[in-house]
């Protein structure tokens, strides 16, 4: 019984990401996203929308993850390069970001 309590919060909380990833991709003209392992704290969904747009979201876990991808129907690659990188498009703010990590800032 609490097997499959846990399995349906677990479902769930998949079908709460997907709904997020589902407004992600219609803002943006559709998406695809990659999913990445990030330790104890679960795994990282990264979305790059049609207009190059992108975010992310944080899952409790690399299966739910991949579960809320599948349920939101977007590609899921299984790296963030290539031309699915290069779809990303960055602003001063990121390249602001991105000086201020390299010097120190």
């Not at 990282?44 to 409790?60: H, Q």
Request: cysteine-free.
């Amino acid at each position: 019984m609490a097997d499959t309590k846990a399995l349906e919060k677990l479902d769930r909380t998949a079908a709460k990401l997907a709904k997020r990833i589902g407004t992600f991709a219609k803002a943006h003209g559709g998406a695809e996203g990659q999913v990445a392992y990030i330790g104890q704290r679960g795994a990282r969904i990264v979305l790059v929308g049609e207009d190059g747009g992108w975010g992310d979201l944080v899952a409790p876990s690399y299966d739910v993850a991949v579960l809320a991808v599948e349920k939101a129907g977007i590609t899921r690659h299984e790296e963030f390069d290539g031309e699915f990188a290069a779809k990303v498009e960055t602003g001063p703010y990121e390249w602001k970001r991105m000086a201020g990590i390299q010097i120190g800032g």
